[in-house]
């Protein structure tokens, strides 16, 4: 798609027909793999990952290749597309490297800008499911900094989330860009201590391992760029669907839960909080939509919509998760309610590709207002 010119009009931040379509796929493949019983499950084990679950998401739907155009086996979709996705996996909170590989390391690799070649190939791998890849930044990182591996592949890039699910590591060093086997000599993957249990974070280091040269120091720098910044603005559609099962799962239980031979959720002071929080998630909603819909038209004005789509999901998400998890009472506290896996996921996305502040700071900066 092209961008769009300042004299169109408004975008259409509507779900058109096609994306409900993919939306109901998704959907019912979650509901029959990843149900919340399912989830706590494989968190319990220390293998988060289903191996069956990114199969038939990937591959059976074709969810891998929304962003990889039709020549290179993908399906030539756009972010709106997987905007959706990421939408239904984050109301499920499943265990699935799809933010990291299927759009981080997607987008990545697409702004190489190369045809044919190893990228090319790489990018087929990851559009048909065959191979999932991460890009070797801290998860916490909102914009390519300096890299901490050498050209020899040397180093420790920090804690990569869904580093131990990943077949190949995009590896910035200071010489360019270079796709790593995550299972070749000189690569140690080990899983670290992280809030979110359904999206592990590993230590990954590099002592003189083997790689493939995609890209020069400056090509990489604004590959990893674009990567980032797709990663941060669809991130926003991951935070939105968790908002949603929070308020949808609250509401339902306050209308079955009595207290004083009165469903709680009639008690007025619990309608207005939760009248409150259907406002955010519906501002949350267009908030989300509109930074999808500036990746996908490739408009200029896509670093503002990014910043503020993550200056205002992040805080809903965290506040519907807690929310969520009071007015469950007891048993919102409990491991078997699913509550705390969006909690975590919540917390952890809230600092994910850049905290809230620094995307606040985006904005003021962009649109040269005073920085809050």
């Known amino acids: 798609m092209t961008a769009r010119t300042e004299e169109s009009q408004a975008p259409d931040l509507l779900y058109s027909e096609a994306e409900e379509d993919l939306r109901a796929a998704v959907r019912s493949l979650l509901d029959d793999r990843c149900d919340a019983p399912k989830v706590i499950a494989r968190t319990e084990s220390g293998t988060p990952y289903d191996p069956q679950l990114w199969k038939a998401l990937a591959a059976g739907i074709g969810a891998a290749g929304l962003l990889v155009p039709e020549k290179l086996g993908g399906q030539g979709a756009g972010h709106r597309e997987a905007a ?81 699910a990943a ?61 980032l910044l797709a990663g941060a603005g669809l991130l926003a559609s991951e935070q939105l669907g968790l908002a949603e099962w929070c308020l949808t799962e609250t509401v339902r239980y306050t209308r079955e839960r009595h207290q004083f031979n009165r469903p709680v959720g009639s008690f007025q002071s619990l309608k207005h909080r939760m009248a409150q929080l259907w406002l955010e998630v519906v501002s949350a909603r267009a908030a989300a939509r509109n930074a999808a819909d500036a990746l996908a038209t490739g408009s200029p004005e896509t670093p503002l919509a990014v910043a503020v789509a993550q200056a205002y999901c992040s805080r809903v998400a965290v506040h519907a998760a807690e929310e969520c998890v009071q007015l469950h009472g007891g048993i919102g506290m409990t491991w078997e309610h699913p509550a705390h896996l969006y909690l975590k996921r919540a917390k952890a996305d809230s600092i994910a590709y850049g905290t809230a502040g620094r995307h606040r700071d985006t904005v003021a900066e962009l649109m040269e207002l005073p920085a809050p």
């Open 84 to 164: 959706v996705v990421i939408e239904e996996l984050g109301r499920s909170v499943a265990p699935a490297p799809y933010l990291t590989s299927s759009v981080v390391a997607t987008e990545t690799l697409l702004a190489l800008g190369t045809q044919d070649g190893p990228v090319a190939g790489l990018l087929t791998e990851l559009a048909t499911g065959r191979k999932v890849a991460v890009l070797a930044v801290p998860f916490s990182a909102a914009a390519p900094g300096t890299p901490t591996v050498t050209a020899a592949l040397d180093g420790t890039p920090g804690p990569v989330a869904d580093a131990a």
């Open 167 to 227: 077949d190949v590591l995009l590896v910035p060093t200071t010489d360019g860009l270079y796709a790593v086997a995550a299972d070749s000599a000189g690569v140690a993957v080990e899983p670290c201590v992280s809030l979110d249990l359904t999206r592990p974070l590993a230590t990954v280091t590099l002592t003189g391992a083997t790689g493939t040269r995609l890209a020069d120091a400056r090509a990489t720098r604004a590959a990893v760029r674009a990567g």
